[in-house]
């Protein structure tokens, strides 16, 4: 049981970064209906930048925790977002209108780039982290086994439902949400509207690519170290999040993310460490399989 | 853009104004990589020992990289403005060797044809550019196997380099386990990669587009995986070693016979040189890729290929029809499946050593990528974009870091050049013979 809710918590916090990623991949889909391919890599540059930030931090001698952290927190936000609308500016802007395979292979081209880059730029070595936050609540105890809550993995859960309430009422209230909104249900149409349609795509990027900062801010505080190949499974298993969620939707990407963390956290719980990634992409198969417009989603349908 | 450069002629303060629109333009792009650069470019984070973390600054590297940005944006954008658009030159040539019936692709076919037989004994080819051949023609088999499942059936597969390691493997296997030597196992790498096409084919039926991409790019992890995780069988991380080589007809190439065998060099009295059995697989896997070609090229004249190209036109249509979709994408998957099989079974043999790195999303997105540069459908096109993607990284082995980054960088840039690939024509596989003649005179 004690056994049980500590994997459940791990699930949790695991699954909130995923959920974070899965929702750059389900706004970007639910708009130009392309994967963005790059998007994993945003997420390890956001964790990059995150590590980077924190260590001139240190230089500059901030030494209260939370005041490094908003900071942390906002600069790479920052500074990802504007990776996020690179790669749309250079990957698809030049390839709408082409065929679909096109802006595929240029995006698969910028997270081969974008790998390499950081690769060469920061070094092959993992980058290692003290932990910053420690300590936490013992929740239960049984048999010499404590169900341990930490305040970092509190921290992590609490920041995305913040995150992801205020997504919601940007999209929900904003002027900004509405063009979006426009533009997933017609792009055409919303053009001839007056929804300047490149700027919502290119924000739309930019939030994806400033929530996957979040998350690798995140990583980089919950596992310490941070590498250069991080980028594609958690790529991987934040598009299962958004298509187990169904594609297109924002709470479905944020409780496929859940769903995917306690999966994983689960199996490699009770069953093999080493399988665990088949594990989700045993996941994928079988939703696409029994349900492909996932658990939230809605029925896409087949115009001919 | 034509109007607008030719008004700005006329017009000095018009021109003017453009030329600073421009300027901001560059200013603009050269702020972005200023920003894009700062943080990942600026700061360098290095070991200082004992698992702490240093940085250092190199905002040189930073102003280098705005002001390249800021000169190549400006070139860019003049040279937009002074060549107006049109067909170029180019494009006419590799139009015109994209429809396989003209002359000039006939005589382009043939000539890379003797090109490639006397590739191993021009007077300049070494051991290292027979090799590079090679390579070049494992690669250029995988992309006309893919191009049956993406450009003629139309199906997205990301996951191809699953069906690759499937052939490679079951070639290790059997010869490690039982024996069998390059010949006798390469039909059976062909039939069990076509097995796991077919198998992993059934749950992907209903997907399309991008949805079936991700997919097969989770089945191609899952195989990976496996192969690294089940040690017994498969060696895990360390792979299978002294896979055997092919021999000519059972004389194999060695500097001294085993018991009872006479080699190739004896038997045609011939000095020994190392080089032969590189010669010769060179050719073997010529020789299979040109089998390949012809297959694949007849397959489209089948009803089968018809149907393939059918499904990738309209599914509904189809079904409408009377094609039943099922079995149409489940034979594009199987073939598709089997030449990544023989590929892989080459490729197997050539190294003699296989492992699970061999066979990671990065190689299955450079055989897709050979396929979409080469214009998806075209078999010249993917020999194009196969020798360019290939060499490519070999060439630049002497910036050997910065290659992967230059690979990169190219798919990005001629995705942006040619957004249908190199050679994007498709010819229609049938005519009506009254239609053709008025089709062909405007």
Not at chain 2, 9 to 25: G, I, Y
Not at chain 2, 128 to 153: E, P, R, S
Not at chain 2, 224 to 237: D, E, F, Y
């Amino acid at each position: 049981m004690a056994y049980f809710l500590q994997q459940l918590i791990n699930g949790l916090t695991l699954g909130s970064i995923y959920g974070l990623i899965a929702i750059g991949y389900t706004m970007v889909y639910g708009i130009i209906g392309m994967i963005n391919f790059a998007h994993g890599e945003i997420y390890m540059i956001g964790a990059f930048i995150s590590i980077i930030a924190l260590l001139v931090l240190g230089l500059a001698g901030v030494t209260c925790v939370p005041l490094a952290l908003a900071l942390v927190l906002l600069t790479t936000m920052f500074f990802t977002s504007i990776y996020g609308w690179a790669v749309e500016r250079v990957a698809y802007r030049p390839l709408r209108g082409s065929p679909r395979l096109a802006p595929l292979i240029s995006a698969i081209g910028t997270s081969i780039f974008l790998l390499n880059y950081v690769q060469i730029l920061q070094g092959a070595r993992g980058k290692p982290m003290p932990p910053l936050i420690q300590g936490g609540f013992t929740l239960y105890e049984s048999g010499g086994f404590s169900v341990r809550l930490s305040y970092l993995q509190l921290l992590i859960i609490l920041v995305t439902l913040a995150l992801m309430a205020g997504f919601t009422t940007v999209i929900a209230t904003t002027s900004l949400g509405r063009a979006q909104r426009a533009c997933e249900q017609d792009i055409g149409m919303a053009a001839l509207l007056g929804v300047d349609v490149d700027r919502v795509i290119s924000t739309t990027f930019m939030m994806g690519a400033a929530l996957a900062a979040v998350a690798g801010l995140m990583v980089t505080l919950y596992y310490g170290v941070v590498d250069f190949f991080i980028g594609f499974l958690a790529g991987v298993k934040a598009f299962t999040a958004a298509v187990l969620g169904g594609i297109g939707s924002l709470p479905g990407a944020m409780l496929g993310g859940i769903l995917i963390g306690l999966i994983e956290a689960f199996w490699s719980g009770y069953f093999t460490v080493e399988y665990k990634d088949v594990s989700v992409f045993a996941v994928l198969i079988l939703v696409l399989v029994f349900r492909p417009t996932g658990l939230l989603g809605r029925p896409e349908l087949e115009k001919v | 853009m034509t109007a607008a450069s030719g008004l700005a002629a006329e017009n000095p303060a018009r021109a003017s104004a453009d030329w600073v629109a421009e300027l901001k333009d560059a200013g603009l792009a050269a702020l972005a990589a200023t920003l894009l650069a700062l943080p990942l470019m600026g700061f360098q984070t290095y070991d200082v020992g004992g698992g702490a973390l240093g940085v250092r600054t190199r905002f040189d590297w930073v102003a280098v990289a705005a002001a390249a940005v800021f000169a190549g944006r400006l070139m860019l954008r003049i040279c937009h403005r002074l060549t107006p658009r049109r067909e170029s030159r180019s494009d006419g040539i590799l139009a015109s060797l994209a429809a396989s019936t003209s002359r000039l692709a006939m005589q382009a076919t043939l000539a890379g044809l003797v090109f490639a037989v006397a590739l191993p004994f021009l007077p300049f080819s070494s051991r290292y550019l027979t090799d590079l051949g090679t390579t070049v023609l494992i690669y250029v088999m995988l992309g006309w196997g893919l191009n049956v499942v993406v450009g003629l059936a139309g199906l997205l597969d990301l996951g191809y380099v699953a069906f690759y390691a499937v052939g490679a493997y079951t070639f290790a296997l059997l010869a490690r386990d039982l024996g069998l030597t390059f010949w006798e196992a390469l039909p059976f790498s062909g039939l069990i990669a076509a097995g796991f096409g077919v198998v992993l084919g059934f749950p992907v039926l209903r997907l399309r587009g991008d949805y079936l991409a991700i997919v097969t790019l989770g089945f191609g992890e899952i195989i990976r995986i496996v192969l690294l995780n089940w040690s017994p069988v498969t060696g895990g991380p360390n792979g299978i070693s002294d896979i055997p080589r092919p021999s000519f007809f059972g004389l194999p190439f060695a500097r001294s016979a085993p018991e009872g065998c006479t080699t190739f060099h004896q038997f045609f009295g011939i000095e020994f040189a190392p080089d032969q059995r590189v010669v010769f697989l060179y050719f073997v896997i010529l020789a299979l890729a040109l089998v390949t070609n012809l297959f694949t090229l007849r397959l489209r004249k089948l009803p089968i290929g018809r149907a393939w190209e059918a499904l990738r036109e309209d599914e509904v249509a189809c079904r409408a029809l009377g094609i039943n979709p099922t079995n149409v994408k489940l034979s594009a998957f199987g073939i598709g499946a089997m030449l990544g099989g023989f590929a892989g079974c080459l490729f197997a043999t050539r190294q003699g050593f296989i492992s699970p790195e061999s066979f990671t999303f990065t190689e299955s997105a450079t055989i897709l990528a050979i396929v979409v540069l080469g214009g998806a459908g075209s078999q010249i096109g993917v020999v194009l974009a196969a020798i360019l993607l290939v060499s490519l990284p070999e060439l630049g082995r002497t910036f050997a870091e910065f290659r992967m980054l230059l690979f990169g960088a190219a798919m990005v840039a001629i995705m942006a050049w040619r957004p249908r690939g190199l050679l994007a024509h498709r010819d229609p596989s049938l005519r009506l013979a009254a239609h053709s003649k008025q089709g062909l005179s405007p």
